[in-house]
């Protein structure tokens, strides 16, 4: 089944669904996916994570029958999937900025979500990064520097770590971390995913030879042994980087792990090393876990 199947069967299995709880396993399950990758695959087909698409669409469900019946608030909360009248009012007051009575009254239309059908995959151009990357296995090792909790809900993300990276550059917080492994190779890695709220930390650093004496506001980060598919970017100017390096990430998901029979799972990171200092000509490599599946 193409992942673009998958996908689609797990946004008709939460529409018929809509009233009852349902977990990221069991939407995984749907997806034949480990819980890891279907996070990854859903957030990069639609944008948002699993979970608040489905949240969305409970709303917009509820939105509909609030102005097309005459029946209980409650009862509407607990036919759209939700576990009573106060969660349910919570809910739609922060979504629309109305509680639900109001917006029965109002008359007013809102931007609600639909349910979607996806006809194709969404492809960016082509030609931009090696769709055969290469497969390592890369021993455990530590990794000290500082981390930034965002969400991959609304692109945040997007916004988020590029702004994290020019801070970190601006301020050198690089002469900050202590016990560097290899001082020409910085790290930006992915950890703490939380797939539910779709939420991780992202962590720039260095590779460490010990944990001794790491400042306060820090984080240490084990990361075990793994194998891994290795992407490396095109190479870009200053201004086209942080998005060359954004479209390699989709690029991954969307072209190569389809039909390479494997799945991602953690850690993730991005390894920026003296190919990254160039004005004109700049490159990295994303390293992804896989395991077969």
């Not at 480990?34 to 409970?58: C, E, I, M, P, Q």
């Not at 809910?91 to 006809?119: C, D, I, M, N």
């Not at 055969?132 to 997007?158: D, R």
């Amino acid at each position: 089944m193409e992942y673009i199947e998958r996908i689609q069967a797990t946004l008709d299995y939460m529409e018929h669904h809509l009233d009852r709880p349902i977990t990221m396993e069991e939407l995984a399950k749907v997806a034949c996916f480990s819980v890891f990758h279907f996070h990854r695959v859903f957030v990069l087909t639609l944008g948002n994570t699993a979970a608040d698409y489905l949240r969305k669409r409970r709303l917009a469900k509820a939105a509909e029958l609030l102005r097309t019946t005459d029946q209980r608030v409650l009862d509407i909360a607990l036919a759209t999937g939700f576990q009573s009248h106060e969660a349910f009012a919570r809910a739609f007051k922060r979504q629309f900025q109305l509680t639900p009575l109001e917006y029965r009254k109002s008359g007013l239309s809102l931007a609600l979500q639909h349910f979607v059908t996806l006809t194709h995959a969404p492809r960016l151009r082509e030609g931009g990064i090696t769709m055969t990357p290469t497969i390592v296995t890369k021993s455990a090792f530590k990794l000290i520097g500082y981390g930034l909790v965002t969400e991959t809900n609304e692109g945040k993300n997007h916004q988020d770590i590029p702004a994290f990276w020019q801070r970190y550059l601006q301020e050198n917080l690089r002469a900050n971390i202590p016990n560097k492994l290899r001082p020409n190779v910085e790290i930006g890695m992915c950890t703490n995913f939380e797939p539910e709220t779709g939420r991780f930390t992202y962590v720039i650093g260095f590779e460490a030879e010990s944990f001794d004496n790491v400042p306060e506001g820090m984080m240490c980060v084990t990361v075990p042994e793994a194998t891994y598919a290795v992407f490396t970017t095109p190479k870009a100017s200053n201004a086209d980087f942080s998005s060359t390096i954004q479209q390699t990430w989709v690029q991954a998901f969307q072209e190569w792990f389809p039909t390479s029979g494997y799945q991602a799972c953690t850690p993730e990171f991005e390894w920026y090393d003296e190919r990254s200092d160039s004005d004109t000509d700049k490159q990295m490599d994303i390293y992804i876990a896989i395991v077969k599946e």
